[in-house]
């Protein structure tokens, strides 16, 4: 049976059920170029999408500046069908018209690798098949790119394609991303146990995920998942997984163990400073294009929340008409699609862009726009290589909340706090995605808000907060540009065997007519479980009163810090709903059980020389 679409310009055959060696079959809608209802004769490339999100329903980031009504995939598909490529679209295993079960991420790698390979041999494809996708359509990318299927041709990885879960997307620096908690209730809902059982889709409705935060940790058996085991069960797979041991070294989860066995074709990799995956996404282009291969690897960087690059706004900060994809890379997103799928077939007519395109935040005027939100502006720049040209720049932690650009002299210097797990330091914004409804995610003045969970009147600033450690510059004489990696060496003791540390960095505008108070804007963050400071691979106990020496890595941002502007570093043990919260008794945050207050102290002084290591570049290029 076949679909006539586009008046006769397109054929779909529907649900086509592709076999995988174990017997499940996978629904893959397959696209092909027409002519008055009849599909024309040759042999044409394949692009791929494989998603669990259902392969024809409307998608929330194909829009454009133009036209804000989401597109579906049907219609994605179809644009790339009048390009002259034959398209296949499928749904996961366990998802949708999809056989089998699902289990998140650790089953793309094969059934991905399968479909590549049947594509590639079928008739109507000239051996070639091109994937692309945005967010978990990008992890489907790299996973089955690490099995080296025959075939592949080229990917476009938006937002995913993990290079290390570990470290981005499940886990960071220890702790777990609770956004995987929300994912797994919101898409339990379309799983198809609830479709077939109204009781099971009834059940969940009832759940309040929201006071069920206020009762984490869960437990298996008796969490708002428990009404499809196989969603509660990985995701319980993933929080209880503390050790970076083997089930984060599979295929999909770990492409940097799986570099050696990536196919040599071209790779465009993309993400944005508020997603999640800016980390994988230099990682995975700095491995791929320091390993000697002949393909070329391309990078671009935003300033947008996930797959939002047609908007110009995270959060409440908005970036300039500059910031959005369309108009500044390409006319919108399908163009920039189509313009990359004509370079990894050959049929590009114009020059291969720079290697490296990314935005730079800040430079804007610092009013409040007519919507409300803060014009912190930007600009696009250019690079061969990431990082830009950049010049390492210390900043030393002083006792009394600042900088220094040299080491310290002083023979003994600290700050302290207390750490209590019951009082968690609210996240407000942040590199974040599906954390919808108890996760705020973007750019934020680090105040207290309603908006976010955990905050409570009189909703102060958080720098207010006893727990939470203040060090900021005096207004810059100059501007700074500071690009790349972000990292926090801090020297430490505490009175518990385990602690989390927490950095953010933040931007902090002067007060003005608009921002009384001025502006402290979130840029990027990090966390470090202090018992995984060794390695990941066996966590070590903390001996109270003994100091430590703990790298806390950010993620990677870019932003002009205006002359006026104050450079800040917050530094905390908690950042919660974003991350579990460590009881710090040694016991695992996924475990029920008592709490300890700990009496934490960072040091300051000339044999422990705490400090925030940026970035500043030097050269780099308005693209």
Known sequence: MSDVLEQGRVI????????????????????????DGKILEGRRPVLLERTPYDKRSASHSEISVHDRTPRSREAVACAFVRAGYIVAMQDCR??????????????????????VEWLAAQPWCDGRVATHGLSYSAHTQMALASLAPTGLAGMLLDSGGFSNAYQGGIRQGGAFELKQATWAYKQAHLSPVAKADPLVATALKQEDIRAWFHRLPWKPGHSPLRWVPEYEAYFFSQWQAECFDESW?????????YLDTLPDVPILLMSSWYDPYPRTAIENFTALTSG??????YLVLGPWLHGRRSDSFSGDVDFGPAAT?????????????????ARVFGTATTPPPPAVRYFRMGGGSGTRRSDGRLDHGGAWMQAETWP????????????????????????????SYLSDPKNPVPTIGGAITSGD???????????????????QPPYLPLASRADVLVFETPPLTHDLDMTGPVTAEIFVSSSAPDLDLCIKLIDVYPPSADYPQGFALNLTHGIQRCRFRDGWEAPRLMEPGTIYKIQVEAFPTANLFKA????????????????DVNPQTGAPAWESGPTQVADVRIYTDAAHPSRLVLAPVTNAKPL
Request: proline share 10%.
């Open 12 to 35: 779909r055959w529907p649900d086509q059920m592709i076999t995988m060696p174990d017997g499940v079959r996978l629904a893959t809608d397959l696209y092909f170029p027409a002519e």
């Open 94 to 115: 366990g998802r949708y018209q999809s056989e089998g079960s699902f289990s998140k991420y650790t089953g793309e790698a094969a059934d991905g690798a399968e479909t």
């Open 249 to 257: 070294q599979k295929p999909g989860l770990y492409a940097l163990g």
């Open 292 to 297: 000697g291969r002949r393909s070329p690897a």
């Open 325 to 341: 994809l369309d108009g500044s890379l390409a006319p919108d997103f399908m163009a920039f699609r189509l313009d990359w799928m």
């Open 388 to 415: 830009p040209q950049a010049a390492r720049q210390d900043f030393f932690l002083t006792a009394e909340g600042g900088f220094r650009p040299t080491p310290p002299e002083v023979p003994q210097a600290s700050r």
């Open 437 to 455: 409804p108890i996760i705020e995610r973007g750019g934020f003045d680090q105040r207290e808000d309603p908006r976010f969970f955990g905050c």
């Open 564 to 579: 006026g502007h104050r450079l800040r570093l917050d530094i905390a043990s908690s950042n919660f709903p974003h991350f």
